[in-house]
């Protein structure tokens, strides 16, 4: 198997690469181990599903026998991996098992942050990182009523629509004084913010959770910085993601935020490589749909024998709240500019821009999100 291309990781990135090497090479050995159960699915569905009507088992695209004959590759589900050895070009699995690697992939994706709450409620906290999360929450549903969200962000936002279009009372809290307050200028924020509270979204902001506890069997109460109290029937904390790099870690394996690659997606340990929510490129961390389809693309073709450096693209990220359609390519940090505000009934045109009025960054809101394709070609690459 020194030929062979072992990936680790059943998500979006490790489907990805073995896909497009597909496209390329019929033949090359590839090995897929999953620390679950390895079926394919889109894991953006998971924040509208709920109003969209599609029930947990629906979302699946296929189980790992399924993917395994489509793609003809080998795929290992409830496989943990535990320990890379470069020396030896070997991954060691939870049992003791060790795998022979040619080219190892990985592909980790990222855990929920758990904040140091405290009170009796923490562990009834939820999270939603995987399907299986998903269809505990959808579980935890049913005949409840009220729903509190600790998170304004992109997924926060998200599920918080889905939810009060479902019928579920939502409260929201984040320490923020807009929702998507990382992601749009203030009166962007102010935009969906307005939008989702008309949609029956309360938000709590500007503040923070300081302690939850357990009041009845399933019910909660919140207790927040600001003096205010809430009670909930479930507790999604929804406060963004961490890279998953503790394998890496273990193996000595470069880390900063994410797995440190180059632009070919190469560790700095010979024959391995990681993309997708747990790798860190040119000190870009990107959990985006299109950032993990332009890097397995890439990938797949240095692995089949053709090294090709990552290049991004421009690539807006449309968030799904229907209640305030919003589309946003954000600035990258640091990059001088100021935000260009146009402010309507039904919308809010931001366009960040340097001093020689060049388009950086954009935020589009309600009406204004049809200006995308006319816009987007004037960004500039997010990684030459």
Not at 44 to 70: F, H, R
């Amino acid at each position: 198997m020194r030929n062979s291309v072992v990936i680790v990781g059943s998500g979006l990135a490790g489907y990805g690469v073995a896909r497009e090497i597909r496209k390329l090479n019929s033949e090359l050995p590839i090995e897929m181990f999953s620390a679950d159960h390895g079926g394919f699915y889109s894991k953006p569905m998971l924040s509208n599903a709920l109003s969209t009507g599609k029930n947990p088992d629906s979302i699946l695209n296929g189980d790992a026998a399924k993917m395994a004959s489509q793609l003809k590759i080998s795929i290992r589900p409830f496989c943990r991996v535990t320990l890379i050895d470069q020396e030896k070009h070997t991954i060691t699995l939870s049992d003791g098992e060790k795998i022979i690697y040619g080219r190892l992939v990985l592909a980790l994706g990222a855990d929920q942050v758990r904040l140091p709450l405290s009170g009796s409620g923490v562990e009834g906290i939820l999270t939603v990182n995987d399907l299986d999360d998903y269809k505990k929450f959808r579980s935890a549903l049913i005949g409840r009523a009220r729903v509190c969200i600790i998170g304004a962000g992109l997924i926060g936002c998200e599920f918080a629509n889905d939810l009060v279009a479902s019928g579920y009372q939502v409260d929201v809290i984040d320490m923020g004084a807009r929702p998507l307050g990382r992601l749009l200028p203030p009166e962007g924020g102010a935009f969906i913010q307005k939008k989702l509270e008309e949609a029956g979204v309360f938000f709590h902001l500007s503040t923070t959770t300081q302690a939850i506890d357990q009041i009845q069997q399933e019910r909660f109460r919140l207790t927040l910085a600001n003096g205010e109290s809430i009670e909930s029937d479930i507790v999604l904390s929804a406060v963004g993601l961490n890279p998953r790099t503790q394998l890496a870690v273990a193996a000595g394996i470069q880390v900063n935020r994410g797995i440190v690659v180059n632009r070919l997606l190469r560790t700095y340990c010979d024959d391995i490589y990681a993309l997708g929510d747990c790798a860190e490129v040119e000190g870009k961390v990107l959990p985006f749909v299109m950032p993990i389809t332009h890097a397995a693309k890439a990938l797949a073709a240095t692995l089949t024998g053709n090294p090709t450096q990552l290049h991004y693209p421009a690539m807006p990220v449309i968030v799904k709240t229907p209640s305030c359609p919003t589309i946003v390519s954000p600035p990258d940090f640091g990059i001088k500019g100021k935000w260009n505000v146009e402010i309507e009934e039904d919308g809010v045109r931001a366009l960040y821009q340097n001093d020689e009025g060049n388009i950086l960054g954009y935020a589009l809101l309600g009406t204004a999100t049809k200006e995308k394709n006319n816009l987007t070609p004037q960004l500039p690459a997010v990684l030459n």
